[in-house]
Nanobody
Framework: EGQLQASGGGLVQAGGSLRLSCAAS????????IGWFRQAPGKEREAVSC????????YYADSVKGRFTISSDDAKNTVYMQMNSLKPEDTAVYYC???????????????WGQGTQVTVSS
């Protein structure tokens, strides 16, 4: 059965950078979309960025456009999200997920990794 392992979170000052990794195992997600979602306390889980592994189509939430970049290393079965110019409002638990279609609704994803905490201090 497929599993996703998210890592790379941490504490960073505003303006800093982090790179999150989502490593897949058990299933080759070549025909899947991989999405990064985040959930801050008291808020709903929201899509941050997604990538279709088949055609490399990407999606970015307006709040992260120009600051975050999603990429896929097929050889490592890993999807990355480079986060630059981080802001305190980016603070959240970040999750990666895999689904057959590239959707921004969390319900559309079948596999979920555990969350990784990102905290941006002002």
């Amino acid at each position: 059965e497929g599993q996703l392992q998210a890592s790379g979170g941490g504490l960073v000052q505003a303006g800093g950078s982090l790179r999150l990794s989502c490593a897949a195992s058990g299933v080759t997600f070549d025909d899947y979309a991989i999405g990064w979602f985040r959930q801050a306390p008291g808020k709903e889980r929201e899509a941050v960025s997604c990538i279709s592994k088949s055609d490399r189509t990407t999606y970015y939430a307006d709040s992260v456009k120009g600051r975050f970049t999603i990429s896929s290393d097929d050889a490592k079965n890993t999807v990355y999200m480079q986060m630059n110019s981080l802001k305190p409002e980016d603070t959240a638990v970040y999750y990666c997920a895999a689904g057959r279609l590239m959707l921004i609704a969390p319900d559309g994803y079948n596999y979920w990794g555990q969350g990784t905490q990102v905290t941006v201090s002002s």
